[in-house]
C-alpha cells in the first residue's frame, strides 16, 4: 500500500520551507491614498447596488427643474409686463414643458433603452432633416437660426441633436466594440455623422450648442473604448478646427478678445459682449452672500440681457446670494457623482456609452453656462440645463435623466427596483380577492 502524500499545513509542500503568507496589496498612504480613497467612494464600485442612486439622479433633476421655473418667474415678469404680456407667461410655458419633460423621463426610466438601437439611424436623420428645415425657414434670435415653427409649436432641433447623437454614438460603437483599434472604424461613420450635425448647427451661428455637440462625441469615443493615441489625434484634429472656426468670423473673433479685454472699437460697437458679461457680474456682486431677496433683482430691469435664458444663473446670485448660486452647484455635483456611479457600473458597451455621453451633455454644459456667467469663458450661448427657459431644452434633459434612471433601475434586483406604486402584499391580496 503506497501512502499519498500530504501538504503540511503552512510550509512549501516542494522543499518543506515555511510558506509566505499572503498578505493584501497595501493601499498607497499620505495625499496619494486619500485621493485614492476619495475616487473609490465616489464610484461606488464596493457598495452593492441600491436605489439610493436612482433616487438622487432623479431628485435632482426634480429639484433644479422647480428651481428654473422658479426664477425663470422672477427673471421674466418684468420684461414681460413692459412687454404688454402677462408676468406668468413664460413661467407657466416653462412649467407646462417640465411637466411634459417629466411623463417622458417617466415613461423613458421605465423601459429598457436598448429598444433606441434600433431607432437610432432613423432619429439621426430626422435631426439632420430639421436642422436643414431650420436653415431654410428657420427663425433668427439675436442672431443665432436655431428655431422652428411645426403647427404653431416652436422646436429647437440642436437640442433634440444632442439626446440623439448620445444614442446614435452608442448604438454605432457598441456594434465595432472589437474594431476600435483600428482607426478607420473608429472615424467612420461617427465622424462623419457628428461632423454633419455640427455643421449644420455652425451655420446657424451657435457656437455654445457646436461646443457641448463636440464634446458628446469625444465621451462617446472616450466611454467606448477607443485608444488614446486616436483620442489624442482627434482632440489636436477638433483643436485646429475650432481656432478655424473662430478666426472665420468676426462675431467669434471678438467674443475671444472682449473677454480677453482686448477688444476693438468696431467689436464694442457693433457687439459689446462685455455689456452682458459686466451686468453679469453686476449681479452676483450684489447678491452678496445671502442675495437681494427672491423677486427683487434689479438686473432684470432691462439691465441683463438673456436674465431668464442664458444669464439665469446671474439672477439666482443676485436674489439668492452665495448660498443660492451653492446650492444649485451642489444639485448639479450630487447629479453628476450619481450619474457617473451608473456609468462605472456597465459592462454593455451601449450602455456606458449612452450613459457617459449623456452625463458629459448635461455636466459639460452647466460648467460652461455657469463659467460663462462668472467670466471664466466668453461669452457663448449655452442654457443652463433644468434651469434656463427653453421648452426643447427642458424636456431633452429631463428625457436625457430618464435613460439614466432606466440604466440605473436595470442595475438593480427586481425586488429592489423602484416603483410608481408599492407592490401590494400577498395577505393584502388574499383580503380583496
Known amino acids: 500500500m503506497v501512502s499519498t502524500p500530504t501538504r503540511t499545513r503552512g510550509k512549501d509542500p516542494r522543499d518543506g520551507k515555511p510558506k509566505a503568507p499572503a498578505t493584501p496589496g497595501k493601499k498607497p498612504s499620505g495625499l496619494r491614498g486619500h485621493l485614492r480613497n476619495f475616487w473609490e467612494s465616489l464610484e461606488g464600485k464596493d457598495r452593492t447596488p441600491n436605489s439610493s442612486t436612482y433616487y438622487l439622479i432623479l431628485g435632482c433633476a426634480l429639484a433644479l427643474t422647480a428651481i428654473g421655473i422658479m426664477m425663470v418667474l422672477s427673471a421674466s415678469s418684468v420684461e414681460a409686463i413692459s412687454e404688454g404680456k402677462s408676468p406668468y407667461a413664460d413661467a407657466l410655458k416653462q412649467a407646462m414643458f417640465g411637466v411634459l419633460g417629466a411623463a417622458a423621463m417617466y415613461v423613458i426610466s421605465r423601459t429598457n433603452v436598448n429598444w433606441m438601437k434600433r431607432l437610432s439611424w432613423w432619429a439621426l436623420g430626422g435631426v439632420v432633416a430639421l436642422l436643414v428645415l431650420v436653415q431654410v425657414m428657420g427663425n433668427t434670435v439675436n442672431g443665432n437660426k436655431n428655431w422652428i415653427d411645426l403647427g404653431g409649436v416652436t422646436l429647437q432641433p440642436s437640442e433634440m441633436a444632442k439626446l440623439v447623437l448620445c444614442v446614435w454614438i452608442a448604438a454605432v460603437l457598441a456594434r465595432k466594440q ?66 478655424l472656426g473662430t478666426i472665420s468670423s468676426a462675431n467669434r473673433i471678438c467674443r475671444i478678445t472682449s473677454w480677453l479685454g482686448t477688444a476693438s472699437a468696431s467689436c464694442t460697437e457693433n457687439f459689446d459682449f462685455d455689456f452682458q458679461s459686466t451686468n453679469g457680474m453686476y449681479g452676483l456682486a450684489q447678491g452678496s452672500w445671502t442675495g437681494l431677496g427672491l423677486g427683487q433683482s434689479r438686473q432684470k430691469y432691462n439691465w441683463l440681457p438673456e436674465a431668464h435664458n442664458d444669464f439665469i444663473f446671474a439672477i439666482i446670485g443676485e ?25 462605472v457600473r456597465q459592462t454593455d458597451p451601449f450602455q456606458r456609452t449612452l450613459a457617459g ?17 462668472t467670466q471664466l469663458l466668453p461669452v457663448v450661448g449655452v442654457p443652463l440645463p433644468f434651469i434656463s427657459y427653453g421648452g426643447s ?7 436625457g435623466v430618464g435613460v439614466v434612471l432606466s ?27
Not at 199 to 219: E, H, P, Q, S
Not at 407 to 430: E, H, I, V, W
Open 178 to 243: 472589437k474594431l476600435l483599434h483600428r482607426w478607420w472604424h473608429v472615424i467612420i461613420p461617427v465622424v462623419p455623422g457628428a461632423g454633419l450635425v455640427i455643421a449644420l448647427v455652425m451655420v446657424g451661428n451657435d457656437l455654445g450648442t457646436v461646443i457641448v455637440i463636440a464634446a458628446i462625441t469625444a465621451a462617446g469615443l472616450y466611454f467606448a473604448g477607443v485608444p488614446g493615441k486616436m483620442l489624442a489625434i482627434a482632440g489636436a484634429v477638433g483643436a485646429v478646427g475650432a481656432v
Open 319 to 343: 436674489e439668492l446670494g452665495l448660498v443660492g448660486t451653492l446650492v444649485v452647484l451642489v444639485l448639479f455635483a450630487i447629479l453628476g457623482i450619481a450619474i457617473f456611479r451608473v456609468v
Open 357 to 373: 455621453g449623456i452625463m458629459v451633455w448635461l455636466l459639460g454644459q452647466a460648467s460652461m453656462n455657469m463659467a460663462v456667467v
Open 393 to 399: 431644452a427642458l424636456v431633452m434633459s429631463l428625457c
Open 407 to 433: 440604466l440605473a433601475r436595470g442595475q438593480l434586483p427586481p425586488q429592489q427596483r423602484p416603483r410608481f406604486l408599492p407592490r401590494r402584499s400577498p395577505k393584502t391580496a388574499r383580503k380583496r380577492t
